[in-house]
């Protein structure tokens, strides 16, 4: 693997990627509702014996090295693979893959193209999510516990944009009791930063 400059660590915390989050899901759940017909779906007959998961979140930057390099160095996540030619690198993130490749790759392997990330526009709808560990909910809170996961996420807050994410939603509280934050990477990526949550059965 290739080496990558050395870094400081986050200490105390641990930051985890564990979903994509649509920004605009909501608004697509409610289209799809008032769009819903009586038409079935179509048959996946035909595919039983083909296996699909989820692999990976493929993400197309400027240069693979320092796109891994901000991604340890912000939010502690090592890597896990990059090539000797820096066309392709991914973050061990415990759960999910985030790999990085050249933009130029994305010329190469999609012919109709792609809307470019580009900080000085507002971003797309599609962030990176990471859940900071700092402190779990555990259904109702205590002032104290708010009090810790809120600074748990500010401090990831203040640390990526010390190593130069750009900063677009200070640390909040939203209503269904998750504290959440957002920045864009140096390529104008977004990336969202929040506090675990105990969901209900």
């Known amino acids: 693997m ?3 400059p050395s870094c400081e ?3 105390s915390l641990s930051v985890n990627c564990d979903y994509n989050f649509n920004i605009g899901s909501e608004h697509i759940g409610q289209q799809c509702a008032a769009n819903k017909s009586d038409e079935k779906l179509p048959s996946v007959r035909g595919i039983e014996d083909i296996g699909v998961r989820y692999g990976y979140t493929v993400v197309f930057v400027k240069d693979v090295g320092l796109s891994l390099s901000f991604y340890r160095d912000a939010f502690g996540l090592q890597p896990k693979y990059v090539d ?3 066309t392709w690198g991914e973050l061990d993130t415990g759960s999910a893959i985030i790999a990085f490749t050249p933009l130029h790759q994305r010329d190469a392997t999609i012919a109709c193209g792609v809307q470019e990330h580009d900080a000085s526009i507002p971003p797309i709808n599609v962030a990176i999510g990471f859940l ?4 779990k909910s555990e259904g109702l809170e205590d002032d104290k516990n708010v009090t810790t996961r809120v ?7 203040d640390r990526a944009i010390d190593i130069g994410a750009v900063p677009v939603q200070a640390p909040e509280m939203k209503p269904w009791g998750q504290i959440v934050a ?3 990477d140096p390529d104008g990526v977004l990336v969202q930063l929040g ?3 105990k969901r209900s059965k």
């Open 84 to 86: 000797e030619r820096r």
């Open 132 to 135: 900071v560990e700092g402190c």
């Open 151 to 157: 600074q748990s996420v500010q401090k990831v807050y």
């Open 195 to 197: 506090s675990l949550v």
């Open 2 to 4: 290739a080496e990558l």
């Open 182 to 184: 957002y920045v864009r």
């Open 9 to 11: 660590k986050i200490e």
